[in-house]
């Protein structure tokens, strides 16, 4: 049985990496400016993952094939170098591997939250609620109107809260079901959370950041490829959360003038 | 041959009549069976809820026959709605993370054996264990409630994030006595682990024999030793936060709420509180839990990996250690679950680094158990194969947390089934592995009985291939962006990937099925498996120098000394190739 | 002659019961909704998070909180007796209020109290019908496609507002009333109360958005009263 246990662990070896090895869940293409950061360290922590995991179950096989059904006067014998060597490879190999990946990785993180907006970045407002994720644009007059939400009023599509009649900056705000932006320009995305804590997650933007209530986040990002790609919800949010989704949909400058036009009207 | 000191010390009474000896028993034999007996039921249960929700992930329009019986909101027709996925996905982790795996390993198999091993009669406080059990039931009781109540179970998951879960009926279904009912289940435990935690230390601390050095306790003591140190903590701090939950929902206090929610149209009346709190409450409970959950695991198997192995370990004591270090570190951690939580970017990073240092203590133990295999004479039984597939295990769920650990990373993943599939490998698999190792390793001395190995091998066999089957794809799946905790997968991108689901389920299905053989086997030989001596396995530690099924005060009126660590192996033994540790013999090496 | 008088009061008698079992009878009540002022301008509605029902369109269908025909009529107004007429017991047929394109048909379902209300997902996607009365007993069901309908009543009358807990633009309401004798005016704002027995009235009209209006009117026999209504619009 020692001999069958060893061939299933290099069989679980070999059938696990063959799908990464063979690329068969490609990563989606990336249309962000610091998505290659992310990308490339992922590809170097799935190298080092790989070798440790195959490494460790390849050996495990190969002691069960060598160490099993040993007669019972079988001399036992101890691995050369013994704890000592265990506790030294793994502070050096794993320790000073592991932290490396680490520090060098943050170079991904800084870019995304340690490096500010520009100062020009398109200014969008996104709300998520249950179960749909809204897109407020300031309009001409380049101002957002203040949200209240005793005054939101979903039925007349006003899911923002915001009250035209009274509130000057709120009368041109263009609100819109979909995250429409202008290609190669950076958008500073504003979180609002109208009711729960929600996501906001494209995958070929290689972005994610929870919608906290009671806190004022943001996401920025500069989109390098037109085409419609989807925001989809993951942070656990009711009963819709499945099918809470929004499109980003990025337009050539020119496209995306017409379109905001068309919206004012 | 056992050598024994003077005055037997008595912790209780001989236990009477019905009631005392099976029920409300002060024994922590029969405390630790309770234990083990309400976890398979919360397993199944648990399971049972796992292949629901697998069946409706793939075929959510489908009706299943019956379904309607259990939940006539939940699933009309037999068809689950989205709410009832949601609320059967939260009892699932919910059961399976406190009842089974907080249970299993720690209470039942600790509760039963570390007494015995360190040679006392029983525990410190005999009646505060008891109502450990009992206040363990009493939760579960509550929880399972959840069930039968109109609205069904709360639908927030087991980590019941808020402003979600503290809101009330307007979140959504089951949120409003449901979450209740939740929050005051989970509230209960915390209090049963409080006690159990206390018992285990005080025990561990006061009650060895003589001779019983901490350094010689077996690593199983110690994991259960450390484990509750873990557990006194972290349980410390869920207690409060669940308070603070159930004040929020029924007091009318805003710990967790901020102003000007507007949900159900309704805007709710709360402000000032902090959804962020809850998580960092929450997860500094939750990341030690799931050391807790691992680290007996990672005891029992140590131990039986020892004994059918016939050598002992390279170092226990850079085991000792490293458990120790282990639970030291999952303290420092917590944050990696919020890396994109809306908290401060800088934290996440500094989170990173210990989450990464735990590498460490995690890779000796790795190294050392791989290593120890080494020059071995290994014998495979029903319990040395989950000792040894839990290696295998551990080290793929703990290879995928190293991705997890780096925030960079934690952007594209979190979220996603990669964190699914991790957590599943390492608890859901990987710990349970521990479980029935125990399980198999142990029975003839709680029992006298021998488990049936044919059918272990079988159980070990479909499900080690098939929880590899079920969750490796998890993390390809997180790779490409699949997204946790839907119901069914509605977005574009995910249409080339349903067939992997669709096997996943298949793979699901027939691994559970299998564990009807463990549970078959474990209830057959409770009544007619073949009679067990006393030391079958040839095991060095004190549970083996005792009859089995033990007495009531284990080592009857005499009181062990101990010679030995439990590592004599592969020496010149009187009994064999091995010294048990109450043997006054001297060591004699093998001379090879 | 003697049997002159009893034959005239025989065919009195016949005439009389000849007008009575003849059918409906008794006064009517008819009239338009208009509106005065700007009415806020009905957006679009952006259904591109739910493809399945998007698709359904070839141009996206508008929102439904004020809709305005010709000649400044008022549609989805509620006209009903509010008082004057004791409270009719409900009729055995459902009233049925349909999931489908992602929007509630009708816009504004009017029915009695204890009157069984028959909810149908026409839809590929499930949606979660949730209504908040605030004197009626509240509940909120999923309905994923394919299920049966859902039945539920009420026992109060109350103007219901409904909600879709899935789709935030799919918005409603349920008119629950306490008797037979009530109109939803349609394209045109026109509506006919028929069948009041001689008596006072106060037939009131309820708009969501615009608030609700009443009038008192009197029937004597079988004569039609026309009365109009006229709400002031918001432009916002």
């Known amino acids: ?265 | 041959m056992h050598e024994t000191s003077v005055e037997p010390v008595h912790v209780h009474a001989p236990p009477q009549g019905f009631w005392r000896k099976h029920v409300f028993s002060l024994d922590h034999k029969v405390i630790g069976k309770q234990y083990y007996a309400l976890a398979l039921v919360a397993v199944f249960t648990g399971m049972f809820l796992s292949w629901l929700m697998r069946i409706h992930m793939v075929w959510p329009d489908a009706k299943i026959h019956g379904l309607e019986l259990l939940s006539k909101n939940g699933a009309p027709g037999g068809v689950m709605t989205p709410e009832y996925y949601l609320s059967l996905l939260t009892m699932h982790g919910t059961l399976m993370v406190f009842f089974v795996l907080t249970n299993a390993p720690f209470a039942a198999f600790g509760n039963y054996f570390l007494p015995i091993q360190i040679g006392a009669e029983d525990m410190a406080f005999p009646r505060f264990n008891m109502m450990s059990f009992w206040t363990t039931f009493l939760a579960w009781f509550v929880l399972m409630l959840a069930f039968v109540i109109p609205d069904g179970p709360p639908i927030a998951g087991w980590t019941e994030y808020t402003p979600l879960s503290a809101v009330g009926r307007d979140a959504g279904p089951g949120m409003q006595w449901g979450a209740s009912l939740w929050g005051i289940s989970i509230a209960i435990f915390c209090i049963a682990s409080l006690l159990g935690a206390l018992n285990f230390i005080a025990t561990t601390l006061d009650l060895r024999a003589k001779g019983m050095t901490l350094m010689r306790m077996p690593l199983c003591t110690w994991a259960w030793f450390i484990t509750s140190c873990i557990a006194l903590l972290a349980f410390a701090v869920l207690l409060p936060a669940c308070i603070l939950l159930i004040l929020d929902r029924h007091a009318g206090t805003s710990f967790f709420i901020p102003g000007g929610l507007v949900a159900s149209d309704r805007l709710q009346p709360h402000s000032g509180g902090s959804p962020l709190l809850w998580q960092h409450l929450f997860w500094f409970f939750g990341h030690p839990e799931v050391y807790i959950a691992i680290l007996p695991s990672m005891g029992i198997v140590s131990h039986i990996l020892i004994n059918s192995m016939r050598k002992p370990l390279l170092s226990a004591k850079v085991v000792i250690y490293s458990m120790m270090s282990i639970g030291f570190l999952s303290y420092m951690v917590w944050g990696h679950h919020m890396f994109v939580s809306g908290m401060n970017p800088l934290s996440s990073l500094t989170f990173s680094f210990p989450t990464l240092t735990i590498t460490i203590p995690a890779t000796i133990l790795t190294l050392i158990w791989l290593g120890s295999l080494y020059g071995a004479r290994i014998q495979l039984t029903s319990a040395s194969l989950f000792a040894i597939g839990f290696i295998s295990m551990f080290v793929s769920g703990g290879i995928s947390g190293f991705f997890l650990a780096q925030p960079s990373l934690d952007i594209y993943l979190h979220g996603t089934y990669f964190v699914v599939g991790h957590f599943h490998m390492v608890m859901g698999v990987a710990s349970l592995f521990g479980v029935f190792a125990g399980t198999y390793f142990w029975f003839p001395k709680m029992t006298g009985r021998y488990m049936n190995e044919t059918i272990g091998k079988l159980h070990f066999w479909i499900t080690f291939i098939g929880t590899y089957l079920i969750f490796m794809p998890m993390h390809y799946l997180g790779l490409i962006g699949n997204v946790r905790r839907y119901q069914s997968f509605v977005d574009d991108y995910m249409s080339p990937y349903l067939w992997l689901h669709k096997d996943m389920t298949v793979a699901a299905l027939i691994t559970g099925a299998a564990q009807f053989l463990f549970l078959y086997n474990v209830i057959y030989s409770r009544f007619k498996g073949a009679p067990a001596p006393e030391n079958p396995w040839n095991c060095t530690s004190l549970e083996w120098s005792i009859p089995s099924p033990p007495p009531w005060n284990n080592f009857g009126d005499r009181h062990p000394i101990v010679y030995h660590d439990p590592y004599q192996y592969g020496v010149k033994g009187s009994q064999g190739d091995f010294v048990m540790q109450d043997s006054p013999e001297q060591i004699i090496a093998s001379g090879d | 002659m003697q049997m002159k008088p009893a034959v005239i009061t025989g065919f009195a008698l016949l005439a009389a019961s000849a007008v009575a079992l003849a059918g409906p009878s008794g006064g009517t009540v008819t009239g338009k909704v208009t509106y005065e002022g700007t009415p806020a301008k009905m957006k679009p509605i952006d259904m591109s998070k739910e493809p399945s029902c998007a698709k359904m369109y070839t141009t996206p269908p508008m929102a439904e909180t004020v809709v305005t025909g010709a000649s400044n009529s008022l549609e989805n107004v509620v006209v009903y007796v509010s008082a004057g007429i004791p409270d009719d017991a409900a009729p055995s047929t459902a009233a049925t209020f349909t999931q489908k394109g992602c929007r509630y048909i009708p816009h504004l379902l009017a029915f009695q109290v204890n009157q069984e209300l028959k909810i149908i997902n026409d839809d590929q996607t499930s949606h979660n019908i949730h209504p908040l009365p605030k004197i009626n007993r509240e509940w909120n069901k999923s309905q994923p496609p394919g299920t049966p309908p859902i039945v539920e009543k009420y026992d109060k009358p109350e103007f219901i507002p409904v909600k879709c807990n899935v789709h935030p633009w799919m918005h409603g309401t349920f008119a629950v009333l306490k008797n037979s004798h009530y109109a939803v005016t349609g394209d045109g704002g026109s509506f006919s109360l028929a069948n009041l027995p001689p008596g006072k009235y106060t037939i009131t009209a309820w708009h969501e958005s615009y608030g609700d209006q009443s009038q008192d009117v009197t029937i004597s026999g079988t004569e039609s009263k026309t009365i109009t209504f006229v709400f002031k619009a918001k432009p916002y």
């Open chain 1, 1 to 265: 049985m020692g001999k069958f246990f060893a061939v299933v662990l290099v069989l679980v070896a070999v059938l696990s990496a063959y799908p990464i090895i063979g690329n068969y869940f490609p990563l989606p293409e990336d249309i962000s400016t610091h998505g290659h950061l992310i990308d490339s360290q992922l590809h170097d922590t799935m190298l080092e993952a790989g070798v440790a995991f195959i490494g460790a179950q390849l050996v495990l096989a190969y002691f069960l094939f060598a160490f099993t059904g040993r007669k019972s006067d079988a001399p036992l014998k101890n691995f050369p170098g013994g704890a000592k060597l265990m506790v030294i490879a793994a502070f050096l190999l794993v320790g000073t591997e592991v932290l490396a990946l680490g520090a060098f990785g943050q170079k991904a993180w800084a870019t995304v939250y340690f490096t500010a907006p520009k100062a020009d970045a398109l200014q969008i407002q996104s709300q998520a609620e249950q179960f749909a994720f809204y897109f407020r644009y300031p309009g001409p007059d380049g101002k957002f109107g203040a949200i209240h939400p005793d005054k939101i009023d979903e039925g007349n599509q006003n899911y923002f809260g915001l009250d035209p009649a009274n509130d000057v900056d709120a009368r041109d705000d263009i609100v819109s079901g979909e995250l429409v932006v202008p290609v190669n320009r950076e958008v500073n995305l504003m979180l609002h959370a109208k009711d729960f804590g929600h996501s906001f997650y494209v995958r070929e933007l290689r972005i994610q950041q929870d919608f906290v209530p009671g806190l004022d986040l943001a996401v920025h990002f500069t989109a390098t490829k037109v085409g419609k790609y989807e925001i989809v919800c993951t942070q656990l949010c009711g009963l819709g959360h499945y099918n809470m989704k929004a499109y980003l949909n990025v337009k050539s400058q020119d496209d995306y003038d017409k379109w905001l036009k068309e919206q004012s009207q």
